[in-house]
């Protein structure tokens, strides 16, 4: 397996196959919700446009991908968080996918330490991630990289037909960066 930075320089090469991994990601399971191909690509740009992200590569597939960008790319961020934490010395770890094949293998942690080790080259005091409190093994990987809950939210979110709105209680966690 290798690990790969991905920014504006070489999104174009991954673009499609981190597309798929998005979707099938969000789409599928116990978390689906409506996902639009064509606004996943720009919202994959413009994490790109202030952040970067961390690919794990098995051969050529993409076994999973983050993404991670200053805190406030966060539209969603709670108040108390924003009034708390230094914006411009924070960072927010946006969408960890692993892509089923390869889920339970450790990939995760992979990514997850990569993503800690590019983030303190960054110098940055804290980062944030969040995740759906049903998702256990992604919560319980964020506890064990050092990750607490500080606030939760309800994120709202089309069904994949469309056809009802579904309600996702989110975890927001933080975990201060050390020195």
Not at 77 to 87: D, G, R, V
Not at 138 to 167: M, W
Request: hydrophobic share 45%.
């Amino acid at each position: 397996m290798e690990l790969k930075l991905i920014d504006q320089s070489n999104f174009e090469y991954y673009k499609k196959a981190l597309l798929n991994l998005y979707v099938a990601t969000f789409s599928e399971g116990a978390s689906a919700q409506f996902v639009d191909p064509d606004s996943t690509i720009i919202y994959m740009h413009e994490m790109l446009e202030t952040g970067n992200g961390i690919l794990a590569l098995v051969e050529d597939d993409i076994a999973g991908a983050l993404f991670i960008t200053g805190l406030s790319f966060d539209k969603s961020l709670p108040e108390n968080i924003a009034k708390s934490f230094p914006i411009d010395q924070s960072v927010y770890i946006n969408e960890v996918m692993v892509d089923a094949r390869f889920r339970r293998q450790g990939i995760g942690k992979l990514l997850m330490d990569a993503a800690m080790q590019e983030i303190a080259m960054q110098k940055s005091q804290y980062c944030f991630i969040r995740v759906w409190e049903e998702n256990i093994p992604a919560v319980e990987l964020y506890q064990k990289a050092g990750f607490k809950e500080i606030a939760k939210f309800e994120d709202h979110k089309f069904s994949p037909d469309k056809s009802t709105v579904r309600i996702f209680p989110k975890i927001y966690m933080f975990k201060e960066i050390s020195a």
